[in-house]
């Protein structure tokens, strides 16, 4: 099978974590749930301190549609609604819930409903009433991706079961042991979407994978397909190019070329809600790294905080240089294990000084290895630059900052260890809140 311009092969790090099966964590004796699990509008509490509240229970919300309802992932007692540290943002407003060691289900849920009776419509709002967000990172509300404008005409799914960044092992073990759910998922997946063609991509470094979900999808219009192992095969625009031969254009969206993608916990999540009424209040996720005694995949409440998955894996087993929220080619450096585990959380890094990389930073040498690297076709070295000395709109109108994914790919093989993501992360932002003055001085 033909593979993606550019990409990286690194080491995939996985033997930590590849044959441990899922483990459900205990339960902490308190949740830090954030407000902010999603890309879109904030969700506002519906409880306040004080609240006695039960696991499934719905605790924030928003009117708006691009958004995502917030849950109770335990039964306890509201004990505060502050700002805590957060994985993404630094810190967010969040429902910290003490446990009550009862693990009640609020009334009504779960529920036994056979999915197949009902509609596309009853469908879409189930999953939009279970707060179920992309689980692959990105967090993007689900319902919106499944409800493309009638313009945009679908006619492929496709199921991300890639997962192509180092240590994370979360979907390829949910692959192994949620098969049935993953199943399920995507049928429902395609009938909200109205769709009849579907694919998995799985990456060919993890062959019995590919062989469980070819058996399971056995019969079925969902062809399983085996990918040539490369980072960032699991990139939306990378498994599309892959799998379908169409091409995203530049600033554009999967919908523009009649796909629509999804990740393996974001379907295991759409089963569960769709057939039992379980909202989305736990997850998948990775504990890994040289610095942790015991990796473990780990069956956690949202949440839960880094030190809880921490005490689950036995603690540390040296000395502890650096936390990622997610892999180490996009995830993002902690300075605290308080932060909590989020629907977006898919693994949690605990590494020594013999996995970072401590190198000084220098000036671009245009040795052009990052242009090799990029899977879009960009120039890294030119955005990095741009975005160092503060020429932000260059970068977006002369390079197209914005097509840029932030895979880490460039970083990855730049012999003067150039912050090249950081730099147009930075970039972006600054647009961002550029574009943001102008629509205030339009609507004034």
Wanted: charged fraction near 20%; proline fraction near 6%; glycine fraction near 10%.
């Amino acid at each position: 099978m033909k593979s993606f311009h550019g990409g990286v092969h690194p080491d995939d790090s996985k033997k930590y974590t590849a044959a441990k099966p899922i483990e459900t964590a205990p339960l902490p004796a308190k949740v830090i749930i954030p407000l902010r699990q999603h890309i879109g509008a904030p969700v506002s509490p519906i409880v306040k301190k004080g609240d006695t509240v039960k696991k499934g229970q719905l605790i924030a919300q928003s009117d708006a549609f691009v958004s995502g309802n917030v849950h109770a992932s335990i039964s306890g007692k509201v004990v505060e609604i502050a700002d805590y540290p957060h994985s993404v943002f630094g810190s967010c407003m969040s429902i910290v819930i003490e446990n009550d060691g009862l693990d009640e289900w609020v009334e009504g849920i779960p529920v036994q409903r056979q999915w197949e009776k009902l509609d596309a419509k009853e469908l879409s709002g189930i999953i939009r009433e279970a707060g179920i967000v992309g689980m692959g990172g990105a967090t993007f509300p689900t319902h919106v991706k499944l409800a493309p404008p009638p313009d945009k005409k679908i006619d492929t799914f496709i199921l991300n079961a890639a997962e192509c960044e180092p240590f994370l092992t979360a979907d390829y073990r949910a692959m192994l042991e949620y098969t049935e759910r993953i199943v399920t998922g995507v049928k429902i997946t395609m009938k909200v979407l109205g769709v009849s063609t579907g694919y998995v991509g799985v990456e060919d470094n993890k062959p019995d994978a590919v062989k469980a979900l070819q058996n399971a999808f056995n019969g079925t219009q969902v062809k399983v397909m085996a990918l040539p192992t490369k980072y960032p095969q699991g990139a939306e625009k990378m498994l599309i190019k892959v799998l379908t031969g169409r091409e995203v254009p530049s600033g554009g969206l999967p919908m523009d070329v009649g796909t629509v993608v999804q990740n393996v916990g974001t379907v295991v999540a759409i089963s569960d809600a769709a057939t039992k009424g379980i909202p989305l209040i736990e997850r998948v996720v990775t504990v890994s790294g040289s610095a942790v005694k015991e990796p473990k995949n780990l069956l956690m409440r949202v949440g839960s905080t880094f030190a809880d998955a921490l005490s689950c894996c036995g603690g540390l087993s040296g000395e502890l240089v650096k936390i990622i929220n997610g892999g180490p080619m996009m995830g993002f450096a902690q300075s605290t294990m308080d932060v909590p585990v989020i629907k977006g959380t898919s693994g949690i890094l605990f590494l020594s000084k013999k996995d970072v990389n401590y190198d000084k930073e220098s000036a671009c040498i245009h040795c052009g290895r990052c242009v090799e690297a990029c899977p879009m076709g960009l120039n890294p070295s030119m955005l990095s630059v741009l975005g160092e000395r503060q020429l932000y709109v260059e970068a977006k109108e002369e390079y197209d900052l914005l097509d840029c994914m932030e895979c880490g790919s460039c970083v990855y093989v730049c012999p003067a260890k150039r912050k090249i993501v950081q730099y147009i992360r930075y970039a972006k932002a600054q647009n961002a809140i550029q574009a943001q003055k102008e629509q205030a001085k339009v609507a004034v």
